[in-house]
């Protein structure tokens, strides 16, 4: 990477412990990000699977949205039913355009005071916070863009809930799906049950100046630093969505296989739309090789023989030591079972659709 390059990306507050740990930092999303350790992706991943992982991920942004219609203006915005997220909640929703196209996919926090705070992907994060105060027009609501006041880390594995249970001054980690504001080792955050990873395990955000002090109490209790790669291993084995990946404005939510996080009924942007469409032609399903390989994002999908679909996340997963990945397939195509090809550079590989997740305990 050279210095001009370097001069133009951000840096969280922790990236001298991330140059100090060994990483390798490569740009992502405008930032200067560690992909991995000294370790390699493979520990990592396991760590994360079998004890407890950190992550750094103050490069995902925040948006604020208050006042006395911000419920009102957050359930035409987003599609799923923000009127049952309670004080304390999390959700998990996407932003759509008119015509369906998925923007990003987001999780909501209800704080307290009639606040929500909303998460979104960090390629994303100057868009969306355009198009929600664009649209903030006509409600009494204040949309603020709130990426500057967080760190953002994310404690995952089984082990993360006992390991932070003994950094914590008072009560207990919120469960899943769940927020609360708690001190861990003397730093003020808000706590979330959520995750990317297929684990238990929170995120946890704070003011930038905590975060190198928060981040080495996490490292000294146990937890094992990792980086964008193994969060990509993780989050594919589990069968979570990559924005830019497995969901663009090309694509709807319900072809996603998130129509179970859109809420027709309530008006969002973009329900009409969908409505309309009807059942979709295509599905994004997951699958497995059957035999070497490893697939690869862009690469041809072929069922008996003929081109039908795209692969568009792809990786070997490290618990399952095979290729696996997602793609969209002809619907007809996305019943788990059904054996297809995937073309890995001029080469037919064997695979075939599964359940979610890929992965499993089970599987260890």
Known sequence: MSAAATDT?????????????????????????PVQYADGIRAE????????????????????TSGPQAET??????????TRLREGGAQYSVLCRDDGGVLDDLFTYRLEGGRFLTVTNAANHERDHV??????????????????????????????RALLADLLEAGEAPARMRTARASVAGVDCLVCGTGYT???????LTEPEYAPALWEALVAAGATPAGLAARDTLRL???????????????NPIEAGLGWACKLDTGFIGAEALRAAGDPPDRLVPFAFTGPGI?????????DGEPAGIVTS???SPCLEQGIGMGYVPASAATPGTPIEVDVRGRRRTAEVREKPLYRKEDQ
Request: hydrophobic share 40%; charged share 25%.
């Open 237 to 251: 084995e589990a069968c979570f969505h990559l924005y830019g990946n497995d969901l663009s404005e090309d694509r």
């Open 198 to 204: 297929g684990e238990d395990g929170v995120e946890l």
């Open 131 to 160: 198009w929600l105060a664009e649209h903030g027009d006509g409600y009494e609501a204040t949309v603020r863009d709130a990426a500057s006041d967080y760190a953002m880390l994310a404690l995952q594995g089984p082990a993360a």
């Open 9 to 33: 990306l951000r840096r969280t507050p922790l990236h001298e412990r991330h140059a100090a740990a060994g990483a390798k930092l490569v740009p992502f999303a405008g930032w200067e990000m």
């Open 45 to 64: 991943h396991i760590a994360v699977r079998r004890h407890a992982g950190l992550f750094d991920v103050t490069h995902m942004g925040q948006v604020e």
């Open 314 to 316: 792809g990786t070997l």
């Open 295 to 303: 697939p690869r994002p862009g690469n041809p999908i072929l069922i």
């Open 73 to 82: 203006f957050l359930q035409r915005m987003l599609s799923n039913d923000v």
